[in-house]
C-alpha cells in the first residue's frame, strides 16, 4: 500500500503539470524536472519493439527549454488549445525518494473554427524523485497509442 | 476568384489546364475526387517504382509488414528463398483485407474469412471444403488454384530498399531513376546494410502532391523555416543546388551547412533571430560522414518517396494516399549497421528536427493543411509558380520553384491533363 499521503502528493504534482500545460504556461514546464533529466514522446509501435526514435527526445532540463524556445520563437502552426486528462495512477516507491509511476492520458486538442479532438492518449512511465524542492521527474516518458500523429504533435504532453 | 454562379451537370470547362503552362498550378488538381482516382490508377498503378519498405525491415525467412502503393494495401514479405514479394492485401476470393497484423513473421498467409491460404509467393495453396461435403457443394471442377492466386508487384531491390510496380513493362532502377538521381541514391544506400532506428507517422489534412512540392522548393525552406535558418542548417545564401533527372519527375535539393550569422540571405526573413542559442548545444553537433560538401540532401523519387539527409538524421518519408485532401507520411529513421553507438545516438537525437513534432517539420505539415484549406473552396483557381522563372532546369541556387514545375511538367503527361 503506498502511503495515502504520498498518493496525495504524486496527484498534485500531475495536476500542476497538466495545468501549466493546458493554461499554456509553457515556460514553467522544465520546472518540473530535474536538470539531469530524460523526456521522451514515443510512439507505442517503437516502445513495443525496442526502437529508440522518438517525437520528442529531451536529454537533459536544457533541451526542454530548447523545445520551449522552438514553440514560442520558431515553429509555425495553427494557434490551439489543450485539456489533459491524467488518471489511473500506479505508485511504486523504489526508495523514499524514488518512485516509479505510471498513470494514463488523454490530451484534447481544439484548433480555431473546430471541434474538441482527441490529439494524443497513451501512458505516462515517469520515475518521480524527491528533490529540496518537491517532487520533480526524473524521466517522464510519454507512450502514446496510435500509429498516427493528427498532423502534428507541437507542445508537450 | 471563382464568382460564376453554381452549375449543375457536367462541366467541360473545370478540368482545363489553365493558360501560363508550368507556372501555372489548378487548384482543383488538389480537389477533384476523379482526379484523384486518375492518379491511382495511371501513378501508383501505373509506371512508377513505389517505395515499399528497407530489406532491414525483413532480415528473415517469412518476415512481413503491412503498407500501401497509394491506397492500395499490400504485403511485403520474406520468402523462404530468401526473395522478396509484394502482394495485394486482398483476398482473391472475396476482397478481404487479410492481413491484419503487421509487423510479424509467417509460414503462409490465411484469410480469416473462409481459411483460403496462400504461399508468401502469393500462390492459392488450399480453398476448405473445394470438394464439398458430403459430396455436395464445393467448387466446380474446372477451378484452378493457380488461377486465383493474390495479386503480385513486380519488384527491385537497389542496396536495400525495395521498390514495387504493377505496370507489365518497366525500366530497371537505374533507368528510372537516370543517372544524376541514382548519383544521389546511392550517396546514401552505397551497399552498407541498413538498420532500422524507429518510425514515425502523421495524417496531414492534404492533397499528397502539396507534400512533394514542399520538398521540391526550397524557396519556402529559407522563409518558413526559422529553425533551420536561425541555426543554420539552410540558408538562401548557402552554395546549393537543385537537380532533377530528365524528365522532372524525381528531383534532389541540396544544401551546405552555414554559420549563425545575419546575412544577405536572412535580411529579407522577417522572423530571423541571430540572438538565438542552444540552451544544449547537443542537438546541432552533425558530423560529416558523406563525401562532398553537401550537408543536406532532400531527394524525391516519383511516386511516394523522400529520401531525407539532413546533418546525420536519416529517413524515409513515404506517402500514404487518403483521398484527395488527406495523406499519411509514414517515417522510417534508420542508420548503418557499422555506425559506433555515438553515431546512432546523434541520429537519434537529431530525429527531434522531423517527424510530426520535429524543429523544422512541424512547420511543413501545418502549412500543407492551411495550404489545402485555402484552395478547397476554389478549384477554378490556380497557383502561381514563377520563381526563377517559367521554365525547367537545373540550377546552383535555391532561389526558384523550377522542380515543382518539373513535377507538374511529368505529372500533366502521365494524367493527359
Redesign the interface.
Known sequence: MVDPALRDEIDALYADYAEALDDNRLERWPDFFVEDCLYK?V?R??WERG???????C??R??L??RV??VR??????PRAFRHLIAQFRIKAETPERLRVTANYVVFQTLVDDLTRIQNAGKYVDLVVRTTEGLRFKEKICVFDS????????YPI | MDDSAPRLGPDTTARRWPEGGLARVPYWIYTDPEVYRAEQERIFCGRSWAYVALEAELPRPGDFIRTYVGEKPVVVVRDLEGGINVLLNRCAHRGVEFCQHAPGNAREFMCPYHQWTYDLRGNLMAVPFRRGVRRQGGMPEDFRLEEHGLTRFKVVRRHGVIFASLAEEMPGLEDYLGPTMLQYFDRVFDGRPLKVLGYMRQRIGANWKLMFENIKDPYHASLLHVFLVTFGLFRADQPSAVAMDESGMHSALVSMRGEQMASEGTAEMKSFKADFKLADPRLLDPVREFPGNATVVMQTIWPNLIVQQQSNTLAMRQLVTRGPAKFDLMWTFFGYESDPPEMTERRIRQANLMGPSGFVSVDDGEIMEFSQHGIDAFPRDQGVVEMGGRDVRNEDHMVTEAAIRGFYRHYRAVMGL
Do not use: F, G, H
Open positions: 514522446v510512439p509501435e517503437n526502437l529508440p526514435i522518438a517525437l520528442m527526445l536529454e537533459s536544457r533541451m527549454q530548447d524556445t522552438a520563437n520558431t515553429a509555425v502552426y495553427a500509429v498516427l500523429v493528427p498532423n502534428s504533435l507541437i
